[in-house]
């Protein structure tokens, strides 16, 4: 069984003893970034690893990139090995906040050629919910061999998105919440506002009144009446740094409109250049 998007509760409870899955936990909060790794050592799925936002999936800030680089893909190739993580494994990754930071590592790996990696919806409040266990018992990882093939056909850089921007052959999507997109509010970043073209579709609306998915169907409507006629290989995400896009292309992945990319650098990186455009309401 090869699962590739989305991944239920029930699914991890009867494979988790399964030794060929690897569940890793992805929590994390912006405002406190040691809250994931201290709520993962009071109490995780069993065996599942722990993988930090700042320190395992992102690279370190510079004056000219966003909140959140891409990592250093050698180096994330070497932790996936120290997670005992082969190519060959099922991988089920998760958070505490629907998915949001989850959908990083999910697409991160897919960038390294493994496409057997699922998100658990709901995260760790569904499995909770359903009585599921959990541990405070950190595993012991034995080293696994893993062979990452690169793609990085699966992002954008900001100049490749400027010009296809100006080719008019891409539909940008920003994942932000609608105040932040307007420029209404913006508590993160120092500049207010979109690049301009984007259209906004906030990563909540993903997600039901549980903090599930939307069915397949569901997604695909909402997104098609966004897109139009534009192939999903043409639709780039963003957000502020390229975190909760993932979501958005989880989503379509998960409707079955396969092929959307990532802005990976996002807002923050976008407003590093103050000769790029921004817009407002």
């Not at 069993?46 to 370190?60: C, T």
């Not at 680089?69 to 998760?94: C, D, H, M, R």
């Not at 959908?103 to 493994?114: E, I, K, N, Q, S």
């Not at 012991?140 to 850089?157: D, E, P, Q, S």
């Amino acid at each position: 069984m090869s699962l590739t998007t989305i991944i239920s509760v029930d699914t991890v409870k009867e494979y988790l003893e399964h030794s060929n899955w690897i569940i890793i936990d992805c929590r994390f909060s912006l405002a406190n970034p040691d809250a994931g790794a201290s709520a993962y050592r009071h109490g995780h799925i069993p065996n599942a690893r722990y993988a930090h936002l700042n320190n395992d999936l992102s690279s370190a800030i510079t004056d000219f990139t966003g909140r959140h680089p891409l990592p250093n893909f050698s180096q994330l190739t070497k932790k996936i090995a120290e997670w005992g993580i082969t190519n060959n494994n099922q991988i089920v990754v998760y958070d505490d906040a629907s998915g949001a930071f989850a959908a990083r590592l999910w697409w991160l790996l897919r960038c390294l050629g493994h496409t057997n990696v699922a998100v658990l919806d709901g995260g760790i409040q569904q499995w909770l919910a359903h009585d599921y266990p959990v541990t405070t018992h950190l595993p012991v990882c034995t080293a696994g061999k893993f062979m990452a093939y690169i793609n990085t056909r699966h992002w954008l850089t900001a100049l490749q998105l400027q010009n296809n921007l100006a080719k008019k052959s891409i539909c940008l999507i920003d994942a932000r919440t609608p105040e932040r997109f307007r420029g209404e509010h913006e508590p993160i970043d120092p500049v207010a506002g979109h690049i301009p073209g984007a259209l906004n579709r906030p990563f909540q609306l993903n997600l039901n009144a549980q903090g599930l998915f939307l069915s397949p169907d569901e997604l695909q409507q909402q997104f098609k009446q966004l897109i139009k006629d534009t192939p999903a290989e043409q639709v780039i995400h963003m957000c502020g740094s390229g975190v909760t896009a993932c979501h958005n292309l989880l989503a379509m992945e998960h409707a079955g409109l396969t092929g959307s990319k990532l802005y990976a650098g996002s807002w923050s990186e976008w407003i590093r250049d103050k000769n790029r455009p921004v817009a407002t309401q």
